[in-house]
């Protein structure tokens, strides 16, 4: 357990640091493992109550629903497996889904005007 928590805090700082000064941290494999278990062991209850988040914010922010129920799921288990009070996981999720897919959109959208696409 002691192990664990050091892990925990040391993933996290790391997290805080890179999401500070504008990097995409790169995740170790035992938080990758972690990841995998926590998408894994998700409760009836959050299911139900995550494809209604999904559809909601696939709605609000006009992006195709499989396309943000990916990212959304990713984001949900990657905070669930490192989060030390799981009180807010769905509102960080859908949060960094909703920036994840408008920085994709804006880089779509240089691309475009780059190439000459309207």
């Known amino acids: 357990m002691l192990l664990s928590g050091l892990i925990d805090g040391i993933c996290g700082a790391k997290e805080e ?10 995740e170790s494999s035992i938080v990758q493992q972690k990841i ?11 299911r139900a109550f995550n494809a209604d988040v999904v559809v909601s914010l696939a709605q609000k922010i006009h992006q195709p629903l499989p396309i943000v129920k990916k990212v959304y799921e990713h984001e949900f288990a990657r905070l669930k497996a490192t989060a030390r009070i799981p009180d807010y ?18 880089a779509r959208e240089a ?7 309207s």
Do not use: Y
Not at 17 to 26: K, L, N, Q, V
Not at 36 to 46: A, D, F, G, H, I
Not at 89 to 106: C, E, G, H, N, P
């Open 111 to 117: 691309v475009d005007i780059e190439v000459g696409v």
């Open 36 to 46: 995998m278990l926590m998408s894994q062991l998700v409760t009836p209850n959050e």
């Open 17 to 26: 640091w890179a999401e500070h000064h504008g990097r995409i941290p790169i």
């Open 89 to 106: 996981i769905v509102l960080f999720a859908a949060r960094r889904t909703k920036d994840i897919l408008a920085r994709r959109k804006q």
